[in-house]
Nanobody
């Protein structure tokens, strides 16, 4: 059974930092791309950051423009963990943050979501 469990959310003041964690189990972790999404109240879920699966040349990352230079996604394949380091947080970063694992294998898409962790940026 695949499980993704997020943690690390909370209340932080503007300009502060948080590190979110996503613990994965029940899947071939290094074969999956892992993404962080967020959903603010009344808004659609949006992709924040993504790290690709591991290949012979390593993995790559990409970010939505609004978090570039402030957020960093990383993966620890030995621990089946993905992290989202969030710095210089802004009130507009307030949302529920979800991690997602996905891969395409023999033409079939596989994806799994975590339950989310709340991030509130407020003074």
């Amino acid at each position: 059974q695949v499980q993704l469990v997020e943690s690390g959310g909370g209340l932080v003041q503007p300009g502060g930092s948080l590190r979110l964690s996503c613990a994965a189990s029940g899947l071939s972790f290094s074969s999956y791309a892992i993404s962080w999404y967020r959903q603010a109240p009344g808004k659609e879920r949006e992709l924040v950051a993504r790290v690709t699966s591991v290949t012979s040349t390593g993995s790559s990352t990409n970010y939505v423009d609004s978090v570039k230079g402030r957020f960093t996604i990383s993966r620890d394949n030995a621990k089946n963990m993905v992290y989202l380091q969030m710095n210089s947080l802004k009130p507009e970063d307030t949302a529920v943050y979800y991690c997602k694992a996905d891969r395409t294998y023999w033409g079939t898409d596989y994806y799994y979501w975590g339950q989310g962790t709340h991030v509130t940026v407020s003074s």
